[in-house]
């Protein structure tokens, strides 16, 4: 290895560590290298020792002697040990060995230079200037629990020399099964493969007892024997080959099946399951994963069940202890869930066993709504599928972009998104990635040391991330959830996990600033282990212990089953810990107070913020023991109080709950959509007749009174009507705005004000598009049915002479555009249209390719024009280009009619929902972001004659700018 000579400064900054870029000095080919006595791992457990070995390479001839500074901190830079060792450069090289700390479990950042400024190089994706190491509890001391019970995976392109799952405690494994790598020319190539194998003998079983076929490898050492570590693979069956699915239609690993390729499907799950079955009658579950993030599905949901339908059918018929699991859609939240609506709708529940989704969300989870994005993903498979289905999660990551700065909320997001997702009732959780890799830099729990092995390296060494997963596995796999501790404080949470008697809570704060908070644990004495999981016995003579909170969590083990376990009779329990009111609301929380061991005396306590007008509650309590007790708290919101969150303390002896009272308005606009609007003649104004506005209420009665609506810059704008909202109705508004004079390519902000007849006011600000879409019959543009929009145009005196007609059917998006243009068959004649499906969308930036494509709206550019008198199509601008790919549109993807006559150009078109990343027909009332651009110049003058309706199409694609548009029933 030739490195040059290269001078490194550390600098700490709180949390981070930044290291300043080498320099290079000509002339000079000293070098310096540290391994660890492990260095393909650098991973120990508490017994072992940690040498470290330093080597200085290329000493230059007659060079006085230096010395070597080494320098030893935890993940978060705390300094725990520092040496400075004398360097003879009497010869080329010189080697020491340094014995690093490892006393504690945990993560260790080593340091090293020498005198004269030369340090450790950079290695992969390892910076220059240090070198790592961890410690995490010794696998011998590890239960392998069965699949069922089982918690914990990891999914990478794992090296087979390196024995790591027993180190991190993960079983789940990504498995064999991809269809496209079994049967990539013909179908039945499996069968084939495996019968050649069978009959030249290279096919076998396991030789080593309790191993999974193909993971031998994975071990661990006790009492001088080596036992084998049991792996679970999830058997993923995505990715069809190219002889089995539509043209074109492959998006990520999956795509519509041909007709004719419907059997060979079936029956190559089958084959498989057979071999499966066959292959590994050691596990007591056989999860087979159909489809892998087909967020993108480029076909009907029909095709997309019938895949499902096939592949249950076939593979519960080859294996008996098949567990059919899908669909793997990445990100979590309502989006996803919607779509699939339609799945269960055409019987996807009746061909899975099991629901797999890939939680991505935006770090930190918890502020991005993570714990009821959860809450209903849980619930969401049970529910439309009429029956309990279980939730995995099989894969879930946090890039760093190699930044060691960002290593150390690298490891806390993902230990607490972990915790949640487990907490919540997913069944077992999949780390993503077992090491660093290029493309997506950082998103590996190792760095990967190896430039050139994308996959699999055999060189790694651990980032925080990896002493914090092990202790998280060490004390949790085999447990089961109990729920939530929501109600320690606004930013605190925690978990209960039980198995049999053993039950462990898991807490942590992930606000900014520390948290103490007091838990009864009905023990003599408790277990606390921090983040890494260094354990300290606590005593707890009174039955209590008061811990410090902050984002990195702690666990508390040893609590009593009958406070913490699941169906535990605690002293004071609550029916529910999160309550939503309005300003003038009347609630009452359900407080139960059992004295179940003994009698209870003491004095109940009820603490509420001043904003809810509650001052402090004292209420005696005494009783016997057995006694159950419900105790009604009721509190009346004041009309005053502004809308958020408040937190209602409740306590008595050794027992506190807290309850979160969410303050909104009494109703809330559910949807906003404006009639149809008409020309009105003798101007260039249009005239909006009604605003439709969907209310809901958030209370158990019925909310009436008046609603006003008032548009900026409009004077006589405003309107009122009267409102009657009962519980779970959603009741439509007409707000008459006849008066209103508006401009067809403008966004109005209007406030929306209601008065209750009980004299509560509330108001909403919004913005208002005041242009609709026709619904059209089949698949005709849109022309004299639709309305007419004058566009604006950068050349005022031709403002009336175009006109853009809009319209849309259940096929697609309809534009007639009459355009004067005197130069047809060239660059000039030309229609750009923008459209954005998800106009109400956030763009968010992560660094995590996965979760900022689903996070990036549905916009995309079209370009008409007339080439030989011949219609041409092209996509410029595509927001997601494997799913729509820019370039040329053929006719049967997209039909346009284009015809000049004499001075007019006029675009005659109907762009399909799907060319528009749409896979239904979008429902009456839906708004999306419309832009159009005619005779727009390829030059980028100063102040071309392009006619505009609405911004963000030309000169630039930009869908922050474009206009609403209703599709109006």
């Not at 570590?229 to 239609?249: H, M, R």
Request: proline residues 8%.
């Amino acid at each position: 290895m030739n490195i040059t000579r290269c001078t490194t400064l550390s600098v700490v900054l709180g949390s981070a560590l930044a290291i300043a870029p080498c320099h290079a000095q000509t002339g000079l080919s000293e070098t310096l290298i540290g391994q660890t006595s492990k260095p393909n791992i650098s991973v120990y457990v508490p017994a072992d020792t940690v040498p470290i070995q330093f080597t200085v390479n290329g000493i230059p001839q007659g060079q006085p002697d230096q010395t070597l500074r080494i320098k030893v901190v935890d993940e978060h830079a705390a300094p725990i040990a520092e040496k400075t060792i004398p360097v003879s450069c009497a010869g080329a090289s010189w080697t020491t060995t340094y014995l690093a700390p490892s006393s504690k479990l945990g993560f260790y950042r080593v340091f090293a230079a020498l005198s004269n400024g030369v340090t450790l190089p950079k290695m992969g994706s390892r910076q220059a200037g240090y070198l790592t190491y961890c410690v995490v509890p010794d696998p011998a001391g590890r239960t392998a629990y069965p699949p069922s019970e089982a918690r914990f995976g990891m999914q990478g392109g794992f090296n087979g020399s390196l024995n790591l799952a027993p180190y991190l405690g993960f079983n789940w494994v990504n498995g064999p099964g991809r269809w496209d790598s079994n049967e990539p020319d013909h179908p039945g190539q499996f069968v084939q493969k495996r019968d050649a194998e069978k009959a030249s003998g290279r096919w076998g079983p396991s030789k080593i007892p309790g191993a999974t076929r193909g993971y031998e490898w994975c071990c661990v050492q006790r009492d001088g024997n080596k036992i084998a570590w049991p792996i679970y693979p999830v058997f993923a069956l995505n990715s069809p080959p190219n002889w089995a699915y539509l043209p074109g239609k492959l998006v990520g690993s999956t795509a519509p099946l041909k007709p004719d390729a419907y059997d060979a499907w079936a029956a190559y799950c089958k084959a498989f399951a057979t071999s499966v079955a066959e292959d590994y009658p050691n596990l007591d579950e056989h999860f087979y994963q159909v489809t892998w993030e087909p967020n993108w599905f480029n076909g009907t949901d029909q095709q997309f069940v019938d895949i499902y339908a096939l592949a249950y059918k076939a593979l519960h018929a080859g294996d008996s202890k098949a567990i059919v699991a899908g669909p793997t859609k990445s990100g979590v939240g309502d989006f996803n869930m919607a779509n699939e609506v339609t799945y269960f709708k055409l019987g996807f529940g009746s061909y899975i066993d099991a629901y797999t989704i890939h939680p991505y969300i935006d770090m930190p989870s918890e502020q991005n709504g993570f714990l009821d994005k959860l809450a209903k993903l849980v619930a969401f498979p049970s529910v439309h599928a009429g029956r309990s289905i279980p939730v995995y999660s099989t894969e879930q990551g946090d890039a760093t972009g190699e930044d060691p700065g960002k290593e150390i909320d690298q490891a806390r997001h993902l230990i607490r998104s972990n915790l949640i997702t487990l907490g919540q009732g997913v069944r077992f959780y999949f780390a993503f990635f077992i090491h660093d890799y290029k493309g997506e830099p950082g998103f590996g729990y190792f760095y990967n040391l190896r430039d050139d092995e994308k996959f699999g390296s055999g060189e790694l060494a651990p980032k925080p991330i990896v002493p914090a997963f092990a202790a998280e596995t060490y004390l949790l796999d085999g447990h089961a959830t109990v729920g939530p501790l929501d109600y320690l404080g606004d930013t605190a949470l925690g978990y209960a996990f039980q198995r049999k008697d053993d039950v462990v809570l898991a807490l942590w704060d992930y606000g900014k600033s520390p948290r103490t908070v007091t838990l009864a644990t009905g023990a003599k004495s408790v277990k606390l282990y921090d983040w890494m999981g260094n354990a300290k016995t606590c005593a707890t003579p009174d039955g209590q212990i008061s811990v410090t909170l902050t984002q990195e969590p702690i666990y508390v083990r040893g609590v009593s089953p009958a406070i913490w376990g699941a169906g535990a009779s605690r002293t004071l329990d609550l029916a529910s810990t999160s309550i939503t009111t309005m300003p003038g609301g009347k609630i009452v929380i359900p407080a139960r107070l059992l004295a179940s061991a003994k009698p209870l005396a003491g004095t109940f306590t009820v603490s509420a913020n001043p904003a809810l007008g509650t001052r402090t509650i004292k209420v005696p309590v005494a009783l016997k023991t057995g006694e159950l007790r419900t105790v009604p708290v009721k509190l009346n919101v004041p009309t005053t109080t502004q809308e958020g969150t408040y937190v209602v303390a409740l306590s008595i002896a050794d027992a506190s709950r807290r309850v979160r009272i969410d303050v909104k308005p009494p109703v809330k606009i559910a949807s906003i959509t404006p009639s149809i609007i008409d020309i009105v003649p003798g101007t260039d104004m249009l005239s909006l007749k009604s605003v439709k506005i969907t209310l809901s209420s958030i209370q158990a009665e019925t909310v009436d009174g008046k609603l006003s609506l008032e548009v900026e810059g409009i004077p006589g704008g405003a309107s009122m009507a009267s409102f009657d909202v009962e519980p779970n109705c959603d009741p439509v508004i007409a707000l008459p705005c006849k008066a209103l004079l508006v401009e067809p390519a403008k966004t109005y902000r209007a406030t929306l004000t209601g008065t209750t007849s009980s004299g509560l006011r509330f108001s909403q600000r919004l913005t208002l598009s005041l242009l609709s879409a026709a619904h059209l019959a089949g698949q005709e543009p849109a022309g004299a049915s639709a309305p007419t929009v004058m566009p604006c145009n950068w050349t005022p005196a031709a403002m009336a002479k175009a006109r853009v007609h809009v319209g849309w059917s259940d096929h697609g998006l309809a534009i007639t555009a009459e355009v004067p243009d005197s130069s047809a068959n060239s660059a000039e004649a030309n229609l750009r249209v923008a459209v954005n499906l998800d106009p109400d969308k956030v763009e968010r930036s992560t660094g995590d390719v996965y979760n900022d494509l689903l996070a990036k709206r549905r916009f995309s550019v079209l370009s008409f024009s007339l080439v030989d008198n011949v219609p041409q199509v092209k996509r410029i601008y595509s927001f997601n280009g494997d799913k729509l790919h820019c370039g040329k549109l053929y006719d049967w993807q997209l039909p346009a009619k284009i015809a000049h006559i004499g001075t007019t150009t006029t675009y005659s078109l109907t762009i399909p929902w799907k060319e528009l990343s749409s896979p239904s027909t979008p429902a009456p009332g839906t708004v999306i972001g419309l832009a159009v651009a005619a005779n727009a110049p390829a030059s980028d003058a100063p102040h071309p004659p392009a006619y505009t309706l609405f911004g963000g199409v030309w000169p630039k694609p930009d869908s922050d700018a474009l206009g609403d548009v209703v599709l109006a029933e």
